[in-house]
């Protein structure tokens, strides 16, 4: 129903932010990752949102990202993942950060996060798994299961995620396991 509001910031309160737009004041629920980017108050704003209609309120989400609210939205269908429980995320982790962890399947990362348990993040592994895109973060350059256990292996001897995706785009398409993470050694050690 609203989409996008643009208008002044009028307050700020973390996590919920008022926009006023042509006087009147919405409003809106942000991620952290949102509200540590936002201009000083009376400054012009322009958030992407997401309407939450429910039996006892009304609820205006905000993002300052497509990405973000894609991601919100993707995991707001997930059972036992509500609005507040979705924005939590968010504030915890960056899009590319939600979206690497589903696709390296890494739940440790995700319990991390408050008031996300064991058994919430193994539904979040299994049900967001490819539904991020894979325009989003480091994980673009995983084109198939052989890189996706070299960036695995590269990751977990202590190399970054822009080392590592580096490597990976060093790497010849079709090279395996092994020669790759051999390959990614070398080009890393130079």
Do not use: W
């Amino acid at each position: 129903m609203i989409g996008k509001l643009t208008g002044t910031l009028d307050t700020k309160n973390p996590p919920q932010v008022i926009v006023d737009c042509h006087g009147v004041g919405y409003e809106v629920f942000v991620p952290m990752s949102t509200f540590y980017n936002l201009p000083e108050l009376g400054g012009k704003v322009s958030l992407l949102t997401h309407f939450v209609v429910r039996e006892d309120a009304q609820i205006l989400y905000g993002f300052a990202t497509a990405q973000e609210r894609e991601a919100f939205r993707e995991l707001i269908k997930i059972s036992g993942v509500g609005p507040r429980t979705a924005l939590s995320i968010l504030s915890g982790m960056s899009v590319a950060e939600l979206s690497q962890a589903i696709t390296l399947q890494e739940g440790g990362r995700l319990i991390k996060v408050p008031g996300i348990g064991k058994k919430t993040a193994e539904r979040l592994l299994l049900e967001l798994k490819g539904k991020l895109g894979p325009d989003i973060g480091v994980v673009a350059t995983v084109a198939n299961d052989a890189q996706s256990d070299i960036l695995q292996a590269l990751l977990a001897l202590g190399y970054n995620d822009k080392e590592a995706a580096a490597a990976l785009k060093a790497l010849p398409k079709e090279v395996g396991v092994s020669d790759g993470i051999k390959l990614a050694l070398r080009a890393l050690g130079k």
